[in-house]
């Protein structure tokens, strides 16, 4: 396991709090941001907003290059919609 990789509790866990942190935030970003992907570093709660997943993952992986990041459409229950 590469010395950054999550556990699958550890991931399990990491979601849960990431999950939180997103219910307290969400409220206001989404009038702002809606239809747009937000990345959560959890350890530090803070929180890179994108157009894309891609975008957002850039902003976060700047600040923190060795994390980890849950991500969240903001208005909606998934990330991706497959079709």
């Known amino acids: 396991m590469l010395p950054h990789e999550l556990s699958p509790t550890e991931n399990h866990s990491a979601r849960a709090q990431a999950n939180a942190i997103y219910e ?10 809606k239809g747009q992907i937000v990345a959560i570093e959890v350890e530090s709660g803070e929180h890179f907003v994108g157009k894309t997943v891609l975008e957002a993952a850039t902003a976060a992986r700047v ?5 980890q990041f ?14």
């Open 24 to 33: 307290a935030i969400k409220g206001d970003l989404a009038s702002r941001y």
């Open 63 to 67: 600040k923190h290059p060795h994390k």
């Open 70 to 83: 849950q991500f969240f459409r903001l208005g909606s229950s998934t990330v991706y919609v497959w079709r």
